[in-house]
């Protein structure tokens, strides 16, 4: 049984960081990778960032890119996500995926039904 297990959410000031880890456990990555999607009150799931378990290859929403640093450690089976001056935006509950298989291409690491696996997820709060 694979678990997905996040943490590291919490309430933040406008130009606050917080750092988000995912722990995968049940099973172990050789390919496939990891990727973190947000969900704000009244809005559908949307991508944040993703990353490839080999080669370490990522990509960003056009929103985080250049605040959000996504990371793997292979030996921990774990995901990071570093958030730097985070903004009310960015309010939402942010989920980690995992797909164990490799990705078709790169760009279908940003869409949600390419995930095979979901945490419950963690709350990120920004004030303004």
């Known amino acids: 049984q694979v678990q997905l297990l996040e943490s590291g959410g919490g309430l933040v000031q406008a130009g606050g960081s917080l750092r988000l880890s995912c722990v995968a456990s049940?099973?172990?990555?050789?390919?496939?990778?990891m990727g973190w999607f947000r969900q704000a009150p009244g809005k559908e799931r949307e991508f944040a960032a993703a990353?490839?378990?080999?080669?370490?290859?990522?990509r960003y929403a056009d929103s985080v890119k250049g605040r959000f640093t996504i990371s793997r450690d292979n030996a921990k089976n774990s995901a990071y996500l570093q958030m730097n001056n985070l903004k009310p935006e960015d309010t939402a509950v942010y989920y980690c995926?995992?797909?164990?298989?490799?990705?078709?291409?790169?760009?279908?690491?940003?869409?949600?039904?390419?995930?095979?696996?979901w945490g419950q997820g963690t709350q990120v709060t920004v004030s303004s």
């Open positions: 995926a995992a797909r164990f298989r490799t990705f078709t291409t790169t760009q279908a690491m940003r869409v949600t039904e390419t995930y095979d696996y």
């Open positions: 049940g099973r172990t990555f050789s390919s496939g990778g």
């Open positions: 990353i490839l378990w080999n080669g370490g290859i990522t």
